[in-house]
């Protein structure tokens, strides 16, 4: 089955401990990026990559970073956490854009509830 | 003023309903425009995509996209309880989309 997974799905932390969420998508997309989603916000990007070794920031990156070593997994690693950073996370991918015409599915992860506490 | 207006709801209707959801925004670069569907503690799901202007239909769901006045709107017809969820709509011009904040709708029975 095609999809995209991410854990842990709950996550409950303290201030400053590190912690990672990882993203796996099995469709062997070339694109995949992260998000925030908060009430009244909206989805927010935070990091994207167009292929292995190709990351760059979104529209909140702060707080955050990403590696993209394997073209299946694309973990978001948050070194020292802040109640801020509270949040719904969803991992996505999909297919590399290209033509004015093409438009390729983003494929949404089940997203991960993060508390900082 | 954000990229993308779209208003929060909820938007509460009864079955059978046609509904409207619609989003404004303000970067005429913005070329792919979409809708995605968000079931409560599950990821999105793309429901349309439309490039540039003009309407497509699928079932009971219709999307518009008016280029001129940066307005686009998502039709869902004989609305089913099985519909309630979140709709965000999301637009691009290159690679980076932006969601509009989603609006919540209710279907009752």
């Known amino acids: 089955e095609a999809q995209v997974t991410q854990n842990p799905r709950y996550l409950i932390t303290v201030t400053g401990k590190k912690l990672t969420v990882t993203c796996s998508q099995n469709?062997?997309?070339?694109?995949m990026s992260w998000y925030r989603q908060d009430p009244g916000l909206g989805l927010r990007q935070i990091y994207y990559?167009?292929?292995?070794?190709?990351?760059d920031k979104g529209d909140v990156p702060e707080g955050y970073k990403v590696s993209r070593k394997e073209k299946r997994n694309f973990p978001l690693i948050l070194e020292s956490p802040s109640p801020n950073q509270t949040s719904l996370y969803f991992c996505?991918?999909?297919?590399?854009?290209?033509?004015?015409?093409?438009?390729?599915?983003?494929?949404f992860g089940p997203g991960t509830r993060l508390t900082v506490l | 003023q954000k990229e993308v207006e779209q208003d929060p709801g909820p938007l509460s209707v009864p079955e059978g309903a046609i509904v409207s959801l619609n989003c404004t925004y303000s970067?005429?670069?913005?070329?792919?425009f979409m809708w995605y569907r968000q079931y409560s503690r599950k990821g999105p799901e793309l429901l349309m995509y439309?490039?540039?202007?003009g309407n497509k239909e699928d079932g009971r769901f219709t999307a518009q996209v008016d280029k001129s006045s940066k307005y686009i709107s998502l039709f869902i017809r004989d609305s089913q309880p099985s519909d309630s969820a979140t709709y965000l709509c999301a637009m691009r011009g290159s690679y980076i989309p932006t969601f509009g904040r989603g609006t919540s709708l209710i279907v009752h029975p």
């Open positions: 439309t490039y540039s202007s």
């Open positions: 970067n005429s670069a913005f070329q792919y």
């Open positions: 990559s167009m292929n292995v070794e190709v990351t």
């Open positions: 996505a991918s999909s297919s590399a854009t290209s033509g004015t015409r093409s438009y390729n599915e983003q494929f």
């Open positions: 469709m062997n997309h070339e694109y």
